[in-house]
Every structure is written in C-alpha cells, then in structure tokens.
C-alpha cells in the first residue's frame, strides 16, 4: 500500500520533471516528424522494389515507421532515459543520497523512467503518430481488444527498455564513465530495436538471432501486435520473460554494485 | 547495557581493495586501510563535532553509520539497530544532510520533494503537516515552496535540503559540509537553526566539517579523526590545548618597522608596514594588542582564529607534547 503510493510519487515527479521543459518537447515532436516523413518516403521507396518485405505490405512498413517515431522518445531507444541521470549520480557519487533512502534503488529508477516515459508517450509521441494517420495510410486496428493488448505491450517494452537501461547504468560502478557504454547503448538501440529497419526484414540466420534479442521487446513487438502480425499472448510472453530475467540481472547487479559504492569518493 | 549510548562504535574498521593498474594487463591490489580500529560512543541528544583532513576516513565512518558501507571488522550499533543489515529500517530514523549533494528535485518545485519524503518515509498526515509547517517557518522557506529547486540560491537549497532530512523526525542527523560554500548571514540561519533543533527536540546530531566556527558554535564535544584513527575525542577548549593552537595578530603599521618584540608572540612574517603576530590561542589578544599599540604606531588591526586544519596539523605533528596533556577535562587524546 504505502510502497504503491510512493512509487507512484515517483513516478508522477518523473513525468511532472519532464513536462517542465515544454520547448524541448515541442522539438522533439518537429524532429520526429520530419524524421518520420523522410523514413516513410524512404521505406515507400523500398517496398516498391521489394513488395511484401518483411511480411508488410505498405501501409504497415508506413504504420512501423510512424509508430518508430512515437515510440523513440517514450522508450528512450537511443538512451537518454533515467540511466543518463543515474550514470551521471554514480560517476559523482551522488548515487550515496539516493542509498540513504528507505527505498529499492531498482524500484524507484524504474518507477521515474516509466513517468517519464507516459509523458514522452503523450508530450512527444502522439503528434507524430497523428499526424502520419492523417496524411499517410497506415493499417490500424478497428477493434477495442487489439488496441488494449497493443497498450499492455507498450508497457512491458517501456519496462524491458528501462531494464536494459539500468544494467548499462550500473556499468559505471566499474567503469567509472559513462561515455563509452552509452554510445555502444545507443547505436545497439537504434539498431536492434529496429529503428532503422523493421526486424522481420532482416534475413537468414542474422534475423533470427536479432529477433530474439531483448530490444525486440520494444518496437517490433507493440508493432506487430497493433498490425495483427503475431499473436498477442506470445508477445506479452516474450516480452515479460525478457523484462523479469533483465530486471532481475539488474538486482544481482545492483547488489553488487552498492558494495563498492565507496570508490567515487567524499 | 543501561548506558545511554546512541551510537555505539568498538573497534570498527574498514579496509578497502584497491586495484590498481601498473602496467599493460597488470594489476596491482593493495589494501587501504580507510578506518582502523576507532571507538566511540555518542549519547542521544549530543551535539558532536568529528572532524579530520581530506581523505581522514571521516565519510567512511558515516556511510558505516548509514548502513550503506559494512564494517571490515569491529561493532556497530545505531539505536540498537546494526546498521548495514538494515539500512532500510535504520533509515527511518536517521536524517542525511550533504552540503555539496543535493536529495531534492533538482526540475521541481521544493514542495514536490516534501510530498515525495512525506511518502517515502511514510509520514502520518497530520505530523508530516506539522513538521513542514514548523520547518517552512524556522528556515525561512515560505517563499521558496513553489520555486524549482534548480532556481533556488546555494543557502536557500541548502535550508531546503535540512529541511528534507528532518520531516520524518529522525532521532540522529549526520551532517556533512552543511555550510560550505554559504555566505555569513546564510551560515548563521543554519546554525541557529541546529542548535535550536537540538535543544528543542534533543536531535542527536553528528556533524563534518572544515569550517571551526560550525564546531565552535555547535559542538560542546569534537573528535578528530587521522589516517583512519581516532586521535582526539573531547572538549573543543582541549583539542586547541593540545594542538598548541595559534591565533594570529595582522597589524598595519603607519610605515615600515623592524618585526615587533612582544612575547609571547612572535612575528612570523613582515610585509611593508604589515606584520602577521602569532601568538597562543589562549593568551588573551586584547593584552597582546594594548601592548603592541603602546610603542608602535597602529593603523589597522585583525586578530584571525586558528583554523581548525592548522590546529589538527600542528596537533598530529607534535605527538610528544599532546601526549603530556591528558587530562580528563582535556579530552582524550587516543594515539
């Protein structure tokens, strides 16, 4: 009861934090739209040569593109969640304040990110999204059910981002900087998540292995499930055993990290 | 048992690894001993001062005593509760204050941290009103409630930040630095402000610093800790008469003189018609002034106070001497 209310204290500061910087927001969504119009034109080009890649037909290549632009920001897919802050709190060891609190480090860092993440979802990511419906055609569904399993997955690819984000945080406890791991985060992100290219393209051997992978959670999944292409309690599946076995790497790390919290001096 | 201790340290030290690399591959490990053996006790509502140079073990002592380190060796009690098998219990009862760190939220409003502490330490409504009312009132923080922490001055985050330690009525308060960087008047606010804390509710306050007036206007009770040990524990008027401290004596002469005779003090540097005068912290400086100023023309004055580095330095320097003087309104010195 009470460690409900708190963490969703935490979680409300989160987006509340967010919202504060409005300009920043509005850029965001004229960034992402022109990106989107660029990508669609891009993957439009490319279906025309290759019809059916994937398993999409244009109107769905057209929908991935849009929903990657909405989702971008919400799942901080190339960083710049909670885990910038936190990495930045362990390098100065201010990271210390935070374990005086009679709260799970884990727990609060997640409960933050996911208020980010609502806010950058509807502050940064529907205008977009909107605007591709609008003036492109797109393969959304009608009934109320797909779009209720299609929110469920949003959720778990937010939490699955996060986990994935906390370990490459907690890295700095070793590393000491953060530099290096975010921009390997980052690149992994934009790549694996299917940012550039939906996942279903990628061929052979290759494709298999990265559709697996843990950042499939987040952009392939609530894609293929809004498009009807898989089904959706195998998605919540893959989804929620990648979020569990991450959240739980990030536990095992934690508690190994706080021991030698010590190291980033005063 | 049956004492009133609050803080209970024996014999608790920590030793850290470090690795270091020497070489292409090559790692070297080598113990740093960052606390060794200390004991003290702490009663509830003592107001104590622990101090000691950068790299002491003075941060290390405290994040044993928060729980967030576990002692290589040696026992630990904070209100009876040990500390680093229940960091999370013991943190209910404690209050952190970091003067270069910050536990608000730096993009919002100071308020919006008080409702999260206020849910974070599950703080019944009404007392959670309560404290905030009284705090808000003490520190001077009506105005600043609605303003975003990262808009707020260095005094003003700081009270803000005392403030968030002390809604959930902790028992001790650890605090470190709290007036670094603060200007006098901002200074004063906080340290009026702890002592009428402690004398109020009996708040048990351990607090660090480099700055001797904090200690002076604070604390009744020091304990000065070197290399990891405890070399001093007891009244502030005995750590100065064992480190042989000094005060020192700026005097502007109308124009330039030969070093001024005037025993015991001693002039320790001439420049122009300025002279420095160090003279023992005890001598009184209005005997010492009267005296100067009856054979030398005087322009201008300052008397400096010894600071508390140069008082622990001379204090760790001359281990012979402070050995001589334990007494037991002293303190004791432990080396």
């Keep these: 009861m009470g460690a409900g209310r708190l963490y969703l204290a935490v979680a409300v500061g989160g987006f509340r934090r967010y919202a504060t910087y409005r300009l920043a927001t509005a850029a965001g969504v004229f960034t992402n739209t022109v990106f989107g119009v660029i990508l669609v034109f891009t993957y439009l080009a490319l279906w025309e040569e290759r019809p059916g890649l994937g398993g999409y037909d244009q109107a769905q290549a057209v929908t991935y593109v849009w929903l990657g632009q909405c989702l971008f920001a919400t799942l901080a897919i190339q960083g710049g969640g909670a885990e910038k802050e936190l990495m930045e709190r362990i390098r100065t060891g201010e990271v210390a304040v935070d374990l005086y609190r009679p709260v799970d480090l884990q727990l609060w860092w997640l409960a933050g990110d996911l208020g980010r993440a609502a806010f950058q979802l509807l502050g940064r990511g529907v205008v977009p999204f909107l605007f591709g419906a609008v003036f492109f055609p797109m393969t959304l569904p009608t009934d109320v059910g797909r779009w209720a399993a299609f929110t469920v997955t949003l959720v778990l690819a937010a939490v699955v981002s996060f986990a994935i984000r906390y370990l490459v945080a907690l890295s700095v406890f070793w590393l000491l900087d953060g530099t290096g791991v975010n921009q390997a985060l980052m690149i992994a992100g934009v790549f694996f998540s299917g940012m550039l290219l939906p996942l279903n393209a990628f061929p052979g051997a290759f494709g298999e292995v990265v559709r697996v992978l843990p950042w499939a959670a987040q952009l392939q999944m609530p894609a293929d499930v809004l498009m009807g292409e898989t089904g959706v309690s195998g998605a919540l599946a893959f989804q929620a055993g990648w979020a569990v076995v991450l959240l739980a790497a990030g536990r095992a790390l934690q508690s190994a990290a706080t021991r030698r919290v010590v190291v980033q001096g005063g | ?335």
């Excluded at chain 2, 943190?91 to 974070?120: C, E, K, N």
Aim: hydrophobic letters at 40%.
């Design chain 2, 1 to 335: 048992m049956g004492d009133e201790a609050f803080i209970e340290v024996d014999g608790v030290e920590k030793v850290f690894d470090v690795r270091r690399r020497t070489g292409f591959l090559k790692r070297e490990r080598r113990r740093v001993q960052a606390v060794d053996s200390i004991s003290f006790r702490v009663a509830r509502g003592e107001m104590v001062g622990y101090i000691g140079p950068n790299g002491a073990g003075k941060s290390t002592t405290i994040k044993m005593l928060t729980g967030i380190l576990t002692p290589s060796g040696g026992r630990l009690r904070v209100a009876g509760i040990d500390p680093s098998r229940e960091r999370t219990r013991l943190a209910h009862r404690i209050g952190v204050v970091f003067g270069q760190r910050t536990t608000l939220w730096w993009d919002l409003p100071l308020i919006d941290s008080y409702r999260l502490m206020h849910r974070m330490y599950r703080i019944p409504d009404a007392r959670y009103r309560e404290n905030l009312d009284r705090l808000v009132e003490l520190l001077g923080l009506e105005d600043l409630l609605e303003v975003p922490v990262r808009q707020l001055s260095l005094g003003q985050r700081m009270r803000g930040d005392v403030a968030a330690a002390l809604l959930h009525d902790p028992e001790v308060l650890y605090l470190d630095e709290p007036t670094i960087g603060l200007d006098v008047m901002s200074k004063a606010r906080v340290r009026a402000f702890l002592r009428e804390l402690n004398a109020e509710r009996g708040t048990t306050v351990l607090l660090t610093t480099h700055d001797l007036q904090d200690i002076e206007q604070l604390c009744s009770r020091v304990m000065v800790i070197d290399h990891g040990r405890l070399v001093y524990d007891g009244a502030l008027a005995g750590l100065h008469e064992v480190g042989e401290s000094e005060r020192m004596l700026v005097v502007d002469l109308e124009r330039e003189l030969p070093p001024i005779e005037a025993a015991p003090a001693r002039v320790v540097k001439v420049e122009g018609p300025r002279q420095w005068l160090a003279f023992p912290a005890s001598e009184s400086a209005a005997a010492l002034v009267a005296r100067v100023a009856a054979d030398h023309p005087l322009v201008d004055l300052s008397v400096r106070e010894p600071d508390i580095e140069a008082v622990i330095a001379r204090m760790l320097h001359s281990p012979a001497e402070s050995a001589q003087v334990p007494r037991e309104d002293v303190g004791r010195v432990i080396s």
